[in-house]
């Protein structure tokens, strides 16, 4: 069973809840219509694929954050 997280919707940034797994999963924001596309790889870092209802599509991909000594870095967006 996928892992649900909350994140952020790439095209109008409203709060969702998003499965997290090896396989791409879909969810639904309520706000704009955006589907979104999720899956997290065997290192840890989260892929998002956003599609718009105008044909806008967006890819998000997200390192996981680094802890050494106490201090977290933040992820990397591309």
């Known amino acids: 069973m996928a892992k649900e997280k909350k ?7 409203e709060e969702i809840s998003v499965p997290m797994g090896l396989l791409y ?3 639904y924001c309520c706000n704009c219509g ?3 596309r999720t899956r997290r790889t065997l290192f840890g870092k989260e892929i998002y694929h956003s599609y ?8 998000i991909e997200m390192r996981g954050g680094e802890k050494k000594n106490g201090k977290c870095k933040m992820p990397e967006m591309r």
């Open 7 to 13: 994140r952020y919707c790439g095209i109008c940034g």
């Open 25 to 27: 999963r879909d969810s």
């Open 34 to 36: 955006t589907i979104i």
């Open 52 to 59: 718009a209802k105008d044909g806008t599509h967006i890819i």
